[in-house]
């Protein structure tokens, strides 16, 4: 049962363009979202992330839009950079009492940035 | 502020061994979690540990198990091991009652069951 998913196992983009990023989830409960990016022989860097009560996050190059009804949530990187190339994960978590437990992880997607 | 650490980064076990996988939180963290990743998946839940205590477990056997010290650090234990246990082990620190879930990890330990 994949709760978190990232249907695009790929995808390339120019240098200086726009790289969009996708995640659809199916459970409800999830109210926080965070983007990770991840280098070959490295663990999982947090990126970004979005609390379900709003819909739009910026941080610099990076923003993460979530669409509540539809269940998807986007990573925009504009410009996008040669060094952004990694991996990137999509992951969810659900608010258990008043702190937060594990992190649902959709199966990554390959951002490849040509210069 | 001292980052995730994991030691050792590889290791080569053969089926039926047992293996130990060590993690240090980083520094003011309380929280530890283990996850699982096989190659060209996702990471996988397997558990977490606040104040020594199992805080959560994903769909794992008990052959996995773990425990959290009193400074935060942490193991990771995986009895009888199946060839299906070769993956990245990813350890993630993270504060208990921050308001949010953000983890952060450390490298991984890349474990290969011969």
């Known amino acids: 049962d994949q709760q978190v998913k990232q249907n695009s196992p790929s995808l390339s983009v120019q240098e200086g363009r726009i790289s969009i990023l996708n995640c659809d989830y199916t459970?409800?409960?999830?109210?926080?979202f965070l983007w990770y990016k991840k280098y070959p022989a490295e663990g999982p860097t947090f990126l970004i992330s979005?609390?379900?009560?709003?819909d739009k996050n910026e941080d610099g190059r990076f923003t993460v839009f979530l669409n509540k009804s539809a269940k998807h949530l986007s990573l925009h990187i504009v410009p996008s950079q040669p060094g952004d190339s990694a991996v990137y994960f999509c992951?969810?978590?659900?608010?258990?009492?008043?702190?937060?437990?594990?992190?649902?992880f959709g199966q990554g997607t390959i951002l490849t940035v040509h210069p | 502020e001292t980052g995730v650490t994991q030691s050792p980064t590889h290791l080569i076990k053969t089926r039926g061994q047992q293996v130990t996988l060590r993690c240090s939180s980083q520094?003011?963290?309380?929280?530890v979690s283990w996850y699982q990743q096989a190659l060209g998946q996702g990471p996988q839940f397997i558990f977490q540990?606040?104040?020594?205590?199992?805080?959560g477990r994903g769909n794992f056997p008990p052959r996995f198990s773990g425990l959290q010290f009193p400074n935060y650090s942490s193991e990771l234990n995986v009895n009888a091991l199946e060839l299906d246990d070769s993956a990245l082990y990813l350890c993630?620190?993270?504060?208990?009652?921050?308001?949010?879930?953000?983890?952060?990890f450390g490298p991984g330990t890349r474990l290969t069951v011969l």
């Open positions: 979005i609390s379900s009560i709003k």
């Open positions: 540990y606040y104040r020594e205590e199992e805080n």
């Open positions: 459970n409800s409960m999830f109210d926080y």
């Open positions: 993630a620190s993270s504060l208990y009652g921050s308001g949010g879930p953000w983890h952060f």
């Open positions: 520094s003011g963290h309380n929280t």
């Open positions: 992951a969810a978590s659900a608010a258990g009492g008043t702190s937060y437990g594990k992190l649902t």
